[in-house]
């Protein structure tokens, strides 16, 4: 079983920048890969990001993609969401799941994939 705990959200105004954190524990950090998703008020969860096992691979929905990073650093447990340019779109309580499999498949975009979900953390991005 995989323990997350999200950190580093915050109020920021449009066009700032934050850096989310997730501290994993409890599987070897690099036997999966790992994902970013939000969750706006009314609304569903929904994918914003996902990293593979070695770091090697990423994946960004439409909506954030040239203006989020997502990293990874095997050796501190910790995979990282750098947010540029925020928008006020981007208000949500973001969340990290660790995939279920070793490899990300073809439905990475999809948060059944993950498990592991820690509280979140508030991100909120005033006009």
């Known amino acids: 079983q995989v323990q997350l705990v999200e950190s580093g959200g915050g109020l920021v105004q449009a066009g700032g920048s934050l850096r989310l954190s997730c501290a994993a524990s409890?599987?070897?950090?690099?036997?999966?890969?790992m994902g970013w998703f939000r969750q706006a008020p009314g609304k569903e969860r929904e994918f914003v990001a996902a990293?593979?096992?070695?770091?090697?691979?990423?994946y960004y929905a439409d909506s954030v993609k040239g203006r989020f990073t997502i990293s990874r650093d095997n050796a501190k447990n910790t995979v990282y969401l750098q947010m540029n340019s925020l928008k006020p779109e981007d208000t949500a309580v973001y969340y990290c799941?660790?995939?279920?499999?070793?490899?990300?498949?073809?439905?990475?975009?999809?948060?059944?994939?993950?498990?592991?979900w820690g509280q979140g953390t508030q991100v909120t991005v005033s006009s």
């Open positions: 799941g660790a995939s279920r499999l070793r490899y990300l498949t073809v439905n990475y975009r999809s948060s059944s994939e993950y498990g592991g």
């Open positions: 990293i593979s096992w070695s770091g090697s691979s990423s």
């Open positions: 409890g599987r070897t950090f690099s036997s999966y890969g």
